[in-house]
């Protein structure tokens, strides 16, 4: 703050904050389900995560993925990993 710095990002939060995805979508049940179940967060710690970022009070804002003409899932998976979201 003293240098100036007005705004910081802590990086994205993967599945948190589902309200933006169509409430009995496809998506929105997979999303669910990895954010809310043990599997999920054995695969990648979602909740543990958001809880970690919630203690700095954030202002929490949406990141989409969009991709044309088609995306394998392949290829989204090894988007997140280059950008470190798995």
């Known amino acids: 703050r003293a240098e100036g710095v007005e ?7 993967p599945m948190a904050g589902l309200e933006g995805v169509k409430r009995w979508s496809i998506l929105h049940y997979i999303f669910a389900t990895l954010y809310e179940t043990s599997l999920g967060n054995r695969i990648f710690g979602f909740q543990g995560l958001e809880s ?12 989409f993925i969009a991709a044309s003409p088609r995306m394998s899932v392949m290829t989204l998976y090894m988007g997140c990993r280059m950008w470190r979201l798995l």
Not at 7 to 13: A, K, Q
Not at 52 to 63: G, H, Q, S, T, Y
């Open 7 to 13: 705004r910081l990002s802590m990086g994205p939060c």
């Open 52 to 63: 970690f970022k919630d203690k700095f009070r954030p202002r929490w804002e949406p990141i």
